[in-house]
Each structure stands twice: as C-alpha cells, then as structure tokens.
Nanobody
Framework: QVQLVESGGGLVQAGGSLRLSCAAS????????MGWYRQALGKQRELVAT???????NYADSVKGRFTISRDNAKNTVYLQMNSLKPEDTAVYSC??????????????WGQGTQVTVSS
C-alpha cells in the first residue's frame, strides 16, 4: 500500500557528488524509520544509513563523513547526499521505509532501486 520511488542515481566521476531522493506515497500511513541499502555486484546487501522520524541517524563505517541522510517528514521523503564518491560506492541503492497503516503493525517497504556508478 506504500510505494517508494527513488531518484537521483547516475554516473559520476570519483570525487563527485550525487543526491538520492526517495518519496513515499499512498494513503493512511505513518512512517517511522527510513533508510538506504546498497548492493554492489557480487557482494551482499549493505545497510548504508538510517534515520528515525526524529532525525536520529546511523551510518555504515564506509560512508561516515561522506554521506548524509536526511528527511522531510511533510513530504514523506528521505534523501542521501553522497559526497567524495569512490568507485567502491558503485552499487544499486534501495530505499526502505517502516510504515504503519491504520492500526496495523509496522511493515517494511522497499523502492525499486537506483543505480549509482562511480568511475575512476
């Protein structure tokens, strides 16, 4: 019932920046935590960053100091500002949101993913 759509991925040179966005849509839902995962070719899925509704954040060690997660609760949107990108950041980035609809328990919803490619 909740749809997440990512945008902002693309190809960038090492040292460059990208800003990913993920907008949640639907009706009758309330979002708690949001975040981003990524999965590089041949590697396991990795949690990149999370943010609570109160804007408490956590980051993977590999992106600390370079990535910033933020959210706009009024727009039901989460962002991932990625600076000083490295080739090892190349991956499919997927947005998730933990959402409650009505009185139902919170469920995790996922976007379709967006490709980020960082060239040397």
């Amino acid at each position: 019932q909740v749809q997440l759509v990512e945008s902002g991925g693309g190809l960038v040179q090492a040292g460059g920046s990208l800003r990913l966005s993920c907008a949640a849509s639907g009706s009758g839902f309330s979002i708690n935590a949001m975040g981003w995962y990524r999965q590089a070719l041949g590697k396991q899925r990795e949690l990149v960053a999370t943010i609570t509704r109160g804007s408490s954040t956590n980051y993977a060690d590999s992106v600390k100091g370079r990535f910033t997660i933020s959210r706009d609760n009024a727009k039901n949107t989460v962002y991932l500002q990625m600076n000083s990108l490295k080739p090892e950041d190349t991956a499919v980035y997927s947005c998730y949101a933990e959402a409650t609809q009505g009185f139902f328990s919170s469920l995790a919803y996922w976007g379709q993913g967006t490709q980020v490619t960082v060239s040397s």
